[in-house]
C-alpha cells in the first residue's frame, strides 16, 4: 500500500503524552513550547494524521515510526518524511534548504545514495536564491576560498553539500559527475588527501588512468608531509591505508596504472592499520584489504596463500559473502573442469523442434540509452521484445514488481511456449532466436528427453563467479553461501539477468519461490535471492525438485561477465566466445560498476558506433 501525501498549511494543535495511535491520529510528544506540525495523509481512501514537532524527533524518526504504526512499509518513509520537511519549513526557523541536507545526509548514510541525491539537489537549488552564493560559481571554479564578507559558516556549509553531492554521484557509479565535483572541492580544500583519493577513484572509473595515478601520487605526498609534521596520528593512518587499499583495488583491474604490486600495496594497509589500533573502520578495512591480497593470490593459482588470506579476512567479518564465495573458490583450486560435457547424440522428436518463444524484458523508461543499446542489439539479431513495466514510475520500480509482472505474462501464453527473460538495463543480445533453444537444449542436455513425457520443463539461469543474494541482514546471506552447492566452474552462483524456460514452468517456479520465502508477497530487494534460496533448499532436499532448475555454469546460453570480461571473453567476428569453457553463449549480461558495461560494444560491431 502507498500512502498519498497531500499537502496543506501547517496548524497548531496540541500534542499528546505517549506515542499512540487515536481516532486516525499519530501524536508525536512535544518537549518544549514549539507547537506540531499537523499533516493529513490518505492511506486506502481513510485520512490519517501526523502530528510532528520538530524539536522532538526528526523528520525521518517521525516518518518511519508513523509507517511502522500503520503497517505502510519502508517505501513510504522517504515520501513522508520529505512532505514533513517541506510543509514545516514555513513553521520551523531552519531554511528549507537546511533540512533538506538534514535529510539527504540521512538516507546517505543508510545506504539509499539515489534518494540521498535527489534531496541534496534540491537543497542545492535552495541556495541559488542567495544572490552572495551562486553554486554554479564554486563548482567551476571560480571561487576557490572563502568569499567574504559572508554569513558565518555559510561557505563551510555549501562545502558540505557539494561534498554529499559528489559522494552521492560516487556511490552510484556515476563517476564524471562525480569528478566534477571532487575537482571543485579539490580547489576549496586544498591539501585534503581523502578528497584526492575518491577523485582519483572517480577519475579511474571513467577510464581516465593518468589522472588517476597523479592524484593517487598527490594524496601520497601530502600524507608523507603530515607524517613528516606530527609523527602521524590514527585518522591519518586510517586514511592513508583507504590510499593504499584503493590502490590495490584499481591495480587489480588496470595493471598498466603504475605504481607497486597489489600485494605491496596490501602490506602497507595491513601495516599502518595494525598500528592504528583495531575495531571498527579498522576492522572492515583490513577484511577489505585481506580480500584483495586473496584474489590476487587466487589468479596467481597460489591457492594455499589465497585460503589463508581469505580466513584471516572471515575473521574480522564472519559474514562477508564476498569472501565466503571467494573462499570456496580458492578450496577448489585446480579442481574445476571447464570442458563442456558431451551433446546428447539424440533426441526425441518433441524436445528437437523448436517452440515459439518469445523475448521478455523490463524497462519503466525506454528512453535510457542502456535500454537502447538491449534493443539495437535484438534488432540486429531479429529479435523481437515483449517489455515489460514501461511507464511505471521508477520510484515504485520494486523487484517484486519484476517478478509479478512477468508471472501475469507467463500465464497468459499459450501451452508450450517458451520464454527468455533478460534485464532490460545491462543486457545485449547476441544471437538469433534459433540459437537460443540450440544453447537451451545444450545446458539441460538428456532432460530435454523427458518434455514429451509430462515432465515440467526446467528453467535455466545464468551463472556468474560472483555471489549476490542479499536478504534482511548479513548474517542470513552468508548461511546460504556456506549452503551454496558445489559447481563444476567456477561459475557457479545463480544470476537472474537471464532466464530460459517454458512459460508454464516459469510462472509456476514464481509461484512457488514468492510463497515459501517471500511470504506471498511482492515487495522484495532481491528477486534473485529467491530462486538462490529455492536452488540451495533443493540441492539439501532428500526430494527431488517439483520445478527443476538449471545453472548455466558454462555459459552456453548466457554470457556473464561479473567484472572478469578482459580475463573470461573474446569476440571473434562480432560473436561472444568463453575463453575457458569455449561455450558460446548468445547474450551478455554485465551487472554492476559501469565500467564493465563499456564491454557490451565489443559483442556486436553493427552498433559499436
Known amino acids: 500500500t502507498r500512502a498519498e501525501i497531500r499537502p496543506i498549511s501547517g496548524h497548531r494543535g496540541g500534542g499528546s503524552a505517549d506515542l499512540s495511535t487515536t481516532s486516525g491520529t499519530f501524536l508525536i510528544p512535544p518537549s518544549s513550547s514549539v507547537l506540531p506540525l499537523s499533516l493529513p495523509i490518505t492511506v486506502d481512501g481513510e485520512v490519517l494524521t501526523l502530528v510532528y514537532d520538530d524539536s522532538t524527533v526528526d523528520a525521518v524518526d517521525a516518518a518511519r515510526q508513523f509507517c511502522t504504526q500503520r503497517f505502510l512499509g519502508p517505501h513510504c518513509v522517504s515520501s513522508v518524511a520529505f512532505r514533513l520537511v517541506d510543509e514545516g519549513a514555513s513553521l520551523l526557523e531552519q531554511p528549507l534548504d537546511e533540512q533538506l541536507y538534514g535529510l539527504a545526509n540521512h538516507f546517505y548514510q543508510n545506504s539509499?545514495?539515489?534518494?540521498?541525491?535527489?534531496?541534496?539537489?534540491?537543497?542545492?537549488?535552495?541556495?541559488?536564491?542567495?544572490?552572495?552564493?551562486?553554486?554554479?560559481?564554486?563548482?567551476?571554479?571560480?571561487?576557490?576560498?572563502?568569499?567574504?564578507?559572508s554569513p558565518p559558516g555559510r561557505h563551510q556549509y555549501i562545502v558540505q553539500l557539494l561534498s554529499l553531492v559528489a559522494a552521492c554521484h560516487h556511490a552510484t557509479d556515476n563517476f564524471a559527475e562525480a569528478s566534477r565535483y571532487y575537482s571543485a572541492l579539490r580547489r576549496l580544500l586544498?591539501?585534503?588527501?581523502?578528497?584526492?583519493?575518491?577523485?582519483?577513484?572517480?577519475?579511474?572509473?571513467?577510464?581516465?588512468?593518468?589522472?588517476?595515478?597523479v592524484l593517487f601520487d598527490e594524496a601520497q605526498e601530502l600524507h608523507e608531509a603530515a607524517?613528516?609534521?606530527?609523527?602521524?596520528?590514527?585518522?591519518?593512518?586510517?586514511?592513508q591505508a583507504r590510499l593504499y587499499l584503493e590502490?590495490?583495488?584499481?591495480?587489480?583491474?588496470?595493471?598498466?596504472?603504475?605504481?607497486?604490486?597489489?600485494?605491496?600495496?596490501?602490506?602497507?594497509?595491513?601495516?599502518?592499520?595494525?598500528?592504528?589500533?583495531?575495531?571498527?573502520?579498522?576492522?572492515?578495512?583490513?577484511?577489505?584489504?585481506?580480500?584483495?591480497?586473496?584474489?590476487?593470490?587466487?589468479?596467481?593459482k597460489d591457492y594455499e596463500s589465497a585460503v589463508t588470506n581469505l580466513e584471516k579476512a572471515l575473521l574480522y567479518e564472519p559474514h562477508n559473502v564476498e569472501t565466503i564465495s571467494t573462499l570456496g573458490h580458492a578450496r577448489v583450486g585446480d579442481g574445476y573442469s571447464y570442458e563442456i560435457p558431451p551433446f546428447p547424440s539424440r533426441l526425441d522428436a518433441a524436445a528437437d523442434q523448436a517452440p515459439p518463444i518469445k523475448f521478455v524484458t523490463f524497462a519503466s523508461d525506454t528512453t535510457r540509452c542502456e535500454f537502447r543499446r538491449l534493443v539495437a542489439s535484438a534488432k540486429y539479431h531479429g529479435v523481437e521484445l515483449n517489455v515489460l513495466g514501461a511507464g511505471i514510475e521508477t520510484r515504485a520500480w520494486k523487484n517484486g514488481l519484476k517478478l509479478k509482472l512477468l508471472r501475469g505474462f507467463a500465464e497468459a501464453q499459450p501451452e508450450g511456449d517458451f520464454l527468455v527473460v533478460v534485464d532490460g538495463y545491462d543486457v545485449v543480445i547476441g544471437g538469433r532466436?534459433?540459437?537460443?533453444?540450440?544453447?537451451?537444449?545444450?545446458?539441460?542436455?538428456?532432460?530435454?528427453?523427458?518434455?514429451?513425457?509430462?515432465?515440467?520443463?526446467?528453467?535455466?539461469?545464468?551463472?556468474?563467479?560472483?555471489?549476490?543474494?542479499?536478504?534482511?541482514?548479513?548474517?542470513?546471506?552468508?548461511?546460504?553461501?556456506w549452503r551454496y552447492p558445489p559447481s563444476p566452474t567456477k561459475y557457479k552462483f545463480l544470476s537472474s539477468g537471464g532466464i530460459m524456460g517454458s512459460a508454464k514452468a516459469l510462472a509456476n517456479l514464481i509461484e512457488v519461490v514468492v510463497k515459501e520465502y517471500a511470504n506471498h508477497e511482492w515487495e522484495m530487494k532481491s528477486d534473485q535471492s529467491l530462486f538462490i534460496r529455492y536452488l540451495v533448499d533443493s540441492h539439501h532436499s532428500k526430494q527431488e525438485p517439483v520445478h527443476p532448475l538449471y545453472v548455466d555454469h558454462?555459459?552456453?546460453?548466457?554470457?556473464?561477465?561479473?567484472?572478469?570480461?578482459?580475463?573470461?571473453?573474446?569476440?571473434?567476428?562480432?560473436?561472444?566466445?568463453?575463453?575457458?569453457?569455449?561455450?558460446?553463449?548468445?547474450?551478455?549480461?554485465?551487472?554492476?560498476?559501469?565500467?564493465?558495461?563499456?564491454?557490451?560494444?565489443?559483442?556486436?560491431?553493427?552498433?559499436?558506433?
Open 112 to 149: 539509499r545514495p539515489n534518494v540521498a541525491l535527489a534531496l541534496v539537489l534540491a537543497a542545492l537549488e535552495g541556495t541559488r536564491s542567495d544572490r552572495e552564493y551562486d553554486i554554479d560559481e564554486y563548482v567551476d571554479g571560480t571561487l576557490s576560498s572563502d568569499p567574504s564578507p
Open 190 to 213: 586544498p591539501g585534503d588527501p581523502e578528497i584526492l583519493v575518491n577523485y582519483a577513484v572517480c577519475s579511474f572509473g571513467s577510464g581516465e588512468y593518468q589522472q588517476a595515478k
Open 227 to 239: 607524517k613528516g609534521r606530527d609523527g602521524g596520528s590514527k585518522s591519518a593512518a586510517i586514511s
Open 247 to 300: 590502490r590495490a583495488v584499481l591495480q587489480r583491474e588496470a595493471r598498466t596504472l603504475g605504481g607497486e604490486s597489489v600485494s605491496s600495496y596490501v602490506t602497507k594497509c595491513l601495516e599502518l592499520l595494525e598500528g592504528g589500533g583495531g575495531g571498527g573502520v579498522d576492522a572492515q578495512m583490513a577484511s577489505s584489504a585481506l580480500l584483495v591480497l586473496g584474489k590476487e593470490m587466487l589468479d596467481e
Open 433 to 481: 532466436e534459433e540459437e537460443f533453444w540450440d544453447r537451451y537444449l545444450r545446458v539441460v542436455g538428456g532432460a530435454a528427453h523427458s518434455r514429451s513425457q509430462g515432465v515440467p520443463d526446467p528453467v535455466v539461469f545464468q551463472a556468474d563467479h560472483t555471489f549476490y543474494c542479499p536478504l534482511n541482514n548479513q548474517t542470513a546471506s552468508s548461511e546460504v553461501a
Open 554 to 609: 558454462y555459459m552456453q546460453l548466457f554470457g556473464g561477465n561479473g567484472g572478469n570480461y578482459m580475463k573470461d571473453f573474446a569476440v571473434e567476428e562480432g560473436r561472444l566466445i568463453h575463453t575457458k569453457t569455449a561455450g558460446r553463449p548468445v547474450s551478455l549480461h554485465t551487472p554492476g560498476r559501469k565500467k564493465y558495461q563499456r564491454e557490451m560494444m565489443c559483442i556486436c560491431p553493427e552498433y559499436r558506433r
